[in-house]
């Protein structure tokens, strides 16, 4: 018996794919819509959403056409179809929601931190530009949270990105873009990991250094000691910073009085 009304449900659908009762096949696609057959509405809509251009359903059908892909979690194709509604429809009823929409669509395009932030940066901009535009939605608390959300996100590839080269043992590298990512995130929850990562680096680099950059390189280590601890004097790397520090200037003071001599 379920076979039997399967096949009946195919052959109902393979039979509203060929029809040309096109008024017919729109009422079905939203059928299959609110029933939650994504695949079968858009499948449908993609077929008469060209028919319906320039009609008074035009948006109604690329608004429906949209929200079954994204039923789908076909985000990408989601988005492209709320944008091609806002910027042809700007009059539709449709257009405050199609314009968060594909925002959203963005949102969930947005990978994780360690790879490419392209998503992540249309995200941000769209959902901003909608608080812009509507400030009165209720959508504006929630776009302001996703905002945070993916500027954390950023944050934390800009971190991840610094604390590679540390990771690889590129200490001249690891402290240009460890400061780099201080200087564009001064905020960021790894503030005082990255300042410490900066003076390790700085260590490091000295410690490995020929003689003729060494004394200026251990200076600079003192320096970066001086810096992390003034800002971080309860540190959780206070211990190890303190090693480096009078290891630093133990070694310094010897430069100084070989110079002397």
């Known amino acids: 018996m379920v076979t039997f009304l399967l096949l ?4 109902e659908y393979e039979k509203i794919l060929k029809s ?3 008024a017919m096949k729109y009422d079905k696609a939203i059928e299959y819509y609110n029933a939650g057959e994504f695949v079968r509405a858009s499948t449908i809509l993609d077929q008469v959403v060209n028919i319906y251009r320039g009609t008074l359903k035009a948006d109604t059908v690329k608004y429906y056409q949209a929200m079954s892909y994204y039923g789908q979690r076909d985000y990408m194709l989601a988005g492209h179809y ?11 009823a449709f257009l405050e929601e199609c314009e968060y929409m594909e925002a959203y669509c963005y949102y969930k395009l947005s990978p994780r931190p360690d790879l490419d932030q392209e998503a992540t940066y249309k995200a941000m901009t769209a959902l901003r530009m909608y608080i812009v535009k509507y400030p009165t939605s209720d959508k504006v608390e929630q776009c302001k ?3 945070q959300e993916l500027g954390d996100k950023i944050v934390e590839k800009s ?5 590679l080269y540390y990771d690889l043992g590129y200490y001249k590298s690891a402290i240009i873009a460890l400061r780099n990512s201080l ?3 001064p905020e960021t929850h790894h503030r005082e990991e990255l300042m410490f990562l900066i003076l390790k680096s700085s260590y490091l680099l000295a410690d490995g250094s020929v003689e003729s950059k060494r004394k200026e390189r251990l200076q600079s280590a003192i320096d970066e000691y001086l810096s992390f601890e003034s800002e971080f004097p309860d540190s959780k790397y206070a211990r190890e910073a303190e090693r480096m520090y009078k290891g630093t200037l133990k070694t310094l003071e010897l430069y100084t009085t070989n110079e002397d001599i």
Do not use: P
């Open 8 to 11: 009946a449900g195919c052959g």
């Open 20 to 22: 040309r009762d096109y």
């Open 183 to 185: 200087e564009e995130y």
């Open 145 to 147: 949270e996703l905002v």
């Open 82 to 92: 709320f944008n091609e509604l806002a910027l042809t429809y700007t009059g539709s």
């Open 159 to 163: 971190y991840n990105s610094a604390k």
